[in-house]
């Protein structure tokens, strides 16, 4: 059976333990003439939950572990002799699972039966060509060792699967059974529903923590390697970034960092004072009708894919920064440059700034309006003065928000700003960004075993640790502010 | 009505004879949410340093009324105003008066203590600041001082003024919020329900504050209780569905009324 069938019987399977499991606590109850703890449903709700969930888990940790155990079977079986020279174990290994798969559509199709795939009724040596007819192209000749372990493979697969389809509707029916005749009018089906649920949640909020581990821990794997390979003085505090696949490559974070907070900076020199003000304006002067089509259109900037926005610099912002600015000034006659980067990443980072802070303006209290108006101020004074000191932590949190959207961003920056690493202040230069680097250093390569290509787990590594540098500056100020003023 | 006929009536000391002067004048003002008729025909003498109550069944437009005279229904955008108030003779809905001067020469203290997020010092200090008031640094101390000293909170908060004004009790910011609308110098102070949110300790503080107040401020207080009415005010108004029904001397409003409505109101027979 195939998972999702699977999961539909489970979940038949609940539901009909639902309607059971509720049915014989009001049978009970009726024959014993003892009032129930629970309402009816919540014995039904028990009887669907010992079905669902711990059949699921079951299932889940099957999808997870059979892979690994049938992999390493398999490994086994593919000796060294038939690893291609200069290859990796890993592909051939791949090419089984290909074949592996490939193999359900040969029989599909040629109409085979299974059994001749082990008795040798039916010649494979020409299994390339078989394969490749129904989609499946392999490079070279499949040797035989490589054909049985796709055979053992597809095998271990199959039984692994129906092994899984039993065991978890035994789980399901066992649990099932077992809650069921443990119904009794005084069992709390509502605590134990409750229980549950609770469990649930926390389950869910610990996949979530568990991958954001697993996320850092792969990062600062990958990353000891890199500096296993590549001292880290030189990551740290060489300025030149000059990547050679041949090998001895300088690979200075600087000039990427720089790029990085460069463009950030202007990008932020631009979105915070307009964001801000389009906010105040939202928030405190514009009529409900003007506010009703501001906002949305607003709104759209930020629904813009950003590869748009970096084609609107490639071809509008840079040619024009380049011929009114930067040449008459004698600064440089690139296109691509810092500041069109930086002035377009700002345009499309204008809403996140604009629609939380409006947000958070509206959020403030019209009673403090009223106070501040009350004493004779103006709308501009009580705006100064009352209404951003009392949005301040919100505001904050939103530019910080905008900041890393700024960092995180690289289509704007390939297009508008290039991919040269340079330390320059020239904003009319172009620079590139951490991102950028990333993407270019593991393009077009898979195997993560030199530095050139390790470089770009430090690198993100880096930008992970500056991201979360810059949400504890904020949660600080957050604190600080609210400290003072609550 | 002719207020000024029964002023001088009831009037028997010189001392008091400044109470008889009219500070606020109303005549035939109408007030209108969108299409709703909030007030109607509303025309009232509010005399000088005399504290004067608005009571009436909720929804009536006390309120409303007392938000016309500091011109505070004009951040309401469907509220529309007609008519004629005047303070001092001078017609405040004259084109020519600007509604954010008017407000500091009327005050306002709301019914739910709003402090500002900011120290207890600067949230006196606000009104002064925005009106120029003090030149120096120890101008602003002083009237800082003595705006706290005349919201009787000056001894509860002198050592801590740079503590946040909304770390004090509810009645302590009620009381910190007086001051702040007493820091410049208003001529007229509107309350509405200053004591709605308050314990009956912090209430009692806020009564005996406005009775001192009274000295040198003309106070228009709108309150749900009547003994409250009672106790501090020396006229009371009653209104009713938008209309001003009776207004008269607090003694006589409370034992005996012209109006039937007022009667019935005060005898709890609806409201
Ligand atoms: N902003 C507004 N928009 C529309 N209608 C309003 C608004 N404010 C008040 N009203 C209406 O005007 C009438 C008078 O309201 P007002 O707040 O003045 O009553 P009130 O006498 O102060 O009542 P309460 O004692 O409950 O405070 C009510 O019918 C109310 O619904
Ligand atoms: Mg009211």
Same mark, same amino acid.
């Given at each position: 059976m195939s998972v999702g069938l699977i999961f539909l019987v489970v979940l038949v399977l609940a539901a009909a333990g639902y309607f059971v499991g509720r049915a014989r606590a009001l049978s009970l109850s009726a024959?014993?003439?003892?009032?129930l703890h629970s309402l009816p449903s919540y014995y039904g709700q028990t009887v669907a939950l010992f079905i669902a969930v711990p059949a699921f888990f079951v299932l889940i940790a099957w999808l997870f572990i059979q892979?690994?155990?049938?992999?390493?079977?398999?490994?086994?079986?593919?000796?060294?002799?038939?690893?291609?020279?200069?290859?990796?174990?890993?592909?051939?290994?791949?090419?089984?699972?290909?074949?592996?798969?490939?193999?359900?559509?040969?029989?599909?199709?040629?109409?085979?039966?299974?059994?001749?795939?082990?008795?040798?009724?039916?010649?494979?040596?020409?299994?390339?060509?078989?394969?490749?007819?129904?989609?499946?192209?392999?490079?070279?000749?499949?040797?035989?060792?490589?054909?049985?372990?796709?055979?053992?493979?597809?095998?271990?697969a199959k039984f692994g699967n129906m092994m899984m389809t039993v065991a978890v509707l035994l789980v399901a029916i066992a649990f099932g059974a077992w809650s069921y005749t443990w119904i009794r009018p005084?069992m709390r089906a509502r605590n134990i529903s409750e229980t549950f649920i609770k469990a649930l949640l926390i389950a869910s909020?610990t996949v979530?923590?568990?991958?954001?581990?697993?996320?850092?821990?792969?990062?600062?794997?990958?990353?000891?390697?890199?500096?296993?390979?590549?001292?880290?003085?030189?990551?740290?505090?060489?300025?030149?970034?000059?990547?050679?696949?041949?090998?001895?490559?300088?690979?200075?974070?600087?000039?990427?960092?720089?790029?990085?907070?460069?463009?950030?900076?202007?990008?932020?020199?631009?979105?915070?004072?307009?964001?801000?003000?389009?906010?105040?304006?939202?928030?405190?002067?514009?009529?409900?009708?003007?506010?009703?089509?501001?906002?949305?259109?607003?709104?759209?900037?930020?629904?813009?894919?950003?590869?748009?926005?970096?084609?609107?610099?490639?071809?509008?912002?840079?040619?024009?920064?380049?011929?009114?600015?930067?040449?008459?000034?004698?600064?440089?006659?690139?296109?691509?440059?810092?500041?069109?980067?930086?002035?377009?990443?700002?345009?499309?980072?204008?809403?996140?700034?604009?629609?939380?802070?409006?947000?958070?303006?509206?959020?403030?209290?019209?009673?403090?309006?009223?106070?501040?108006?009350?004493?004779?101020?103006?709308?501009?004074?009580?705006?100064?003065?009352?209404?951003?000191?009392?949005?301040?932590?919100?505001?904050?949190?939103?530019?910080?928000?905008?900041?890393?959207?700024?960092?995180?961003?690289?289509?704007?920056?390939?297009?508008?700003?290039?991919?040269?690493?340079?330390?320059?202040?020239?904003?009319?230069?172009?620079?590139?960004?951490?991102?950028?680097?990333?993407?270019?250093?593991?393009?077009?390569?898979?195997?993560?075993?030199?530095?050139?290509?390790?470089?770009?787990?430090?690198?993100?590594?880096?930008?992970?640790?500056?991201?979360?540098?810059?949400?504890?500056?904020?949660?600080?100020?957050?604190?600080?502010?609210?400290?003072?003023?609550? | 009505?002719?207020?000024?006929?029964?002023?001088?009536?009831?009037?028997?000391?010189?001392?008091?004879?400044?109470?008889?002067?009219?500070?606020?004048?109303?005549?035939?003002?109408?007030?209108?949410?969108?299409?709703?008729?909030?007030?109607?025909?509303?025309?009232?003498?509010?005399?000088?340093?005399?504290?004067?109550?608005?009571?009436?069944?909720?929804?009536?437009?006390?309120?409303?009324?007392?938000?016309?005279?500091?011109?505070?229904? %004009?951040? =309401? /955008?469907?509220?529309? *105003? @007609?008519?004629? !108030?005047?303070?001092?003779? #001078? $017609?405040?809905?004259?084109?020519? &008066?600007?509604?954010?001067?008017?407000?500091?020469?009327?005050?306002?203290?709301?019914?739910?203590?709003?402090?500002?997020?900011?120290?207890?010092?600067?949230?006196?200090?606000?009104?002064?600041?925005?009106?120029?008031?003090?030149?120096?640094?120890?101008?602003?101390?002083?009237?800082?001082?003595?705006?706290?000293?005349?919201?009787?909170?000056?001894?509860?908060?002198?050592?801590?003024?740079?503590?946040?004004?909304?770390?004090?009790?509810?009645?302590?910011?009620?009381?910190?919020?007086?001051?702040?609308?007493?820091?410049?110098?208003?001529?007229?102070?509107?309350?509405?329900?200053?004591?709605?949110?308050? %314990?009956? =300790? /912090?209430?009692?503080? *806020? @009564?005996?504050? !406005?009775?001192?107040?009274? #000295? $040198?401020?003309?106070?228009?207080? &709108?309150?749900?209780?009547?003994?409250?009415?009672?106790?501090?005010?020396?006229?009371?108004?009653?209104?009713?569905?938008?209309?001003?029904?009776?207004?008269?001397?607090?003694?006589?409003?409370?034992?005996?009324?012209?109006?039937?409505?007022?009667?019935?109101?005060?005898?709890?027979?609806?409201?």
């Amino acid at each position: 059976m195939s998972v999702g069938l699977i999961f539909l019987v489970v979940l038949v399977l609940a539901a009909a333990g639902y309607f059971v499991g509720r049915a014989r606590a009001l049978s009970l109850s009726a024959q014993s003439g003892r009032k129930l703890h629970s309402l009816p449903s919540y014995y039904g709700q028990t009887v669907a939950l010992f079905i669902a969930v711990p059949a699921f888990f079951v299932l889940i940790a099957w999808l997870f572990i059979q892979p690994i155990v049938i992999d390493s079977r398999v490994n086994g079986m593919v000796p060294d002799s038939v690893i291609p020279d200069g290859g990796a174990r890993s592909l051939v290994i791949s090419d089984v699972r290909r074949i592996a798969n490939g193999l359900d559509a040969v029989l599909s199709r040629d109409a085979i039966d299974e059994s001749a795939l082990t008795d040798g009724s039916i010649d494979f040596s020409s299994i390339r060509g078989r394969l490749a007819d129904v989609g499946v192209a392999l490079v070279g000749d499949v040797p035989t060792e490589v054909f049985e372990a796709a055979k053992a493979y597809r095998q271990g697969a199959k039984f692994g699967n129906m092994m899984m389809t039993v065991a978890v509707l035994l789980v399901a029916i066992a649990f099932g059974a077992w809650s069921y005749t443990w119904i009794r009018p005084d069992m709390r089906a509502r605590n134990i529903s409750e229980t549950f649920i609770k469990a649930l949640l926390i389950a869910s909020s610990t996949v979530a923590i568990l991958t954001t581990a697993g996320i850092v821990g792969s990062l600062v794997f990958e990353t000891i390697n890199f500096f296993k390979m590549y001292p880290a003085s030189d990551f740290f505090f060489s300025t030149v970034w000059n990547p050679q696949f041949r090998g001895g490559s300088d690979l200075g974070i600087w000039p990427l960092l720089w790029g990085t907070l460069y463009i950030s900076l202007i990008a932020l020199l631009v979105a915070v004072p307009i964001g801000l003000m389009i906010a105040i304006y939202l928030a405190e002067y514009a009529s409900k009708a003007v506010r009703s089509v501001a906002k949305p259109m607003i709104e759209v900037l930020a629904g813009i894919p950003t590869i748009v926005y970096g084609l609107f610099a490639l071809i509008t912002v840079g040619p024009f920064l380049r011929d009114y600015f930067a040449q008459p000034m004698g600064l440089g006659s690139s296109s691509s440059s810092v500041l069109t980067a930086g002035l377009v990443m700002g345009i499309m980072i204008i809403p996140f700034v604009s629609s939380l802070s409006d947000d958070i303006i509206n959020a403030v209290p019209q009673s403090l309006r009223d106070g501040s108006y009350g004493l004779g101020a103006t709308q501009s004074e009580t705006i100064k003065k009352v209404i951003l000191p009392a949005a301040l932590p919100g505001v904050v949190g939103a530019i910080l928000l905008a900041a890393s959207r700024a960092i995180g961003e690289t289509m704007i920056v390939v297009l508008g700003a290039g991919a040269a690493a340079k330390l320059d202040l020239n904003p009319f230069e172009a620079m590139t960004t951490v991102t950028v680097k990333i993407v270019s250093q593991l393009t077009g390569d898979t195997e993560f075993a030199s530095p050139e290509t390790l470089v770009a787990f430090a690198l993100g590594l880096t930008l992970f640790v500056i991201t979360l540098g810059l949400n504890v500056v904020a949660l600080y100020i957050v604190r600080k502010y609210r400290e003072q003023y609550e | 009505m002719n207020m000024s006929g029964m002023t001088t009536a009831i009037t028997p000391t010189p001392k008091v004879a400044a109470m008889n002067e009219t500070k606020v004048s109303a005549r035939d003002v109408q007030v209108y949410y969108g299409d709703k008729h909030a007030i109607r025909d509303v025309n009232i003498e509010i005399r000088s340093r005399t504290v004067t109550a608005f009571i009436g069944p909720s929804g009536c437009g006390k309120s409303t009324f007392l938000r016309c005279i500091n011109r505070m229904n %004009d951040t =309401i /955008a469907s509220c529309r *105003v @007609e008519g004629n !108030i005047s303070i001092d003779s #001078e $017609n405040i809905y004259d084109p020519k &008066v600007d509604p954010v001067q008017l407000r500091a020469k009327v005050g306002m203290v709301f019914q739910k203590p709003n402090p500002f997020p900011k120290s207890i010092f600067e949230n006196v200090a606000y009104g002064p600041r925005i009106h120029g008031l003090a030149a120096k640094k120890s101008d602003l101390d002083d009237i800082v001082a003595s705006a706290l000293q005349k919201a009787g909170l000056w001894n509860e908060v002198k050592d801590r003024l740079d503590s946040p004004g909304t770390g004090l009790s509810g009645g302590q910011q009620q009381r910190l919020c007086i001051a702040r609308a007493v820091a410049v110098s208003p001529e007229v102070i509107l309350m509405d329900e200053p004591c709605s949110a308050l %314990d009956p =300790i /912090a209430t009692a503080k *806020v @009564e005996e504050l !406005i009775h001192e107040l009274r #000295e $040198n401020f003309t106070i228009v207080i &709108v309150t749900h209780s009547m003994q409250q009415a009672a106790r501090v005010s020396q006229r009371t108004a009653m209104f009713h569905l938008g209309n001003l029904v009776e207004e008269n001397d607090t003694d006589k409003m409370f034992t005996n009324p012209d109006d039937q409505r007022t009667q019935d109101y005060i005898m709890g027979r609806f409201g």
